[in-house]
């Protein structure tokens, strides 16, 4: 079953410290995953996609296909990064994909 | 370029009541999705489009729901009757590209009493 794990329903952090939201996912072909945020007040918007490779926002994550995670990092934590974050797998139905959804994170950073 | 657009923001009904949902999607893409975000969920796709054509809709309760794309533009999504657990933020999504992004529209809070 296709299904995306996020262990975490809230992390709190201070501004400055490191943060790690954690996903894991469970597919049995090659996975697309991505992070989507969303900001008080606004809506669902991407924030990274693993085939990108790229870093948003100070925000990187590798997709580690042994551990079946894709974990979301920043090394310093501001307090305009708080906001939900939601891990998604990208998966083929009927030959179009469709995205599944963890449950969420919230991310509170504190001054 | 325009964003997703949907209406009403905000809606209460009672129990056994009847409701429709409104989304316009960004302008040029063709597969349009609705998803339903129950209160400390993830979204959850119920129906997906591509064009006026449905390619998924495995996860729509069609006892009560039902969604409609004419001309592969603008989508409704209707309950009929809605219950208690219809509570939830209905959101439509749209994408036109190949990297599978997709856009979200603010999403309209529907409180079933």
């Known amino acids: 079953a296709q299904r995306v794990t996020q262990p975490e329903k809230l992390l709190s952090v201070f501004k400055g410290a490191p943060v790690e939201l954690k996903c894991n996912y469970s597919y049995s072909g090659s996975p697309e995953l991505f992070w989507y945020v969303q900001y008080s007040r606004q809506r669902l918007q991407l924030l990274l996609r693993?085939?990108s490779r790229e870093s948003i926002k100070g925000f990187t994550a590798d997709l580690n296909k042994g551990e079946t995670s894709f974990h979301l990092k920043k090394p310093f934590a501001q307090e305009e990064d708080s906001a939900m974050y939601y891990c998604?797998?990208?998966?083929?139905?009927?030959?179009?994909?469709?995205?599944?959804f963890g449950a969420g994170t919230r991310l509170a950073v504190h001054p | 370029e325009a964003g997703v657009a949907q209406s009403p923001r905000y809606k209460i009904i009672e129990k056994r009541q009847s409701v429709a949902f409104w989304c316009n999607p960004i302008s040029g893409h063709a597969t349009l999705y609705w998803y339903q975000q129950i209160l400390g969920q993830g979204p959850k796709l119920l129906i997906q489009?591509?064009?006026?054509?449905?390619?998924?809709d495995s996860q729509l309760p069609k006892d009560r729901f039902s969604a409609e794309r004419l001309k592969g533009v603008d989508s409704t999504l209707k309950i009929q009757p809605a219950k208690l657990e219809d509570s939830a933020v209905y959101l439509c999504a749209s994408n036109g590209n190949s990297y599978n992004e997709q856009f979200f529209g603010p999403g309209t809070r529907l409180t079933v009493l």
């Open positions: 489009f591509q064009n006026n054509g449905v390619v998924d």
């Open positions: 693993h085939i």
């Open positions: 998604a797998l990208s998966g083929l139905s009927g030959g179009y994909n469709k995205l599944i």
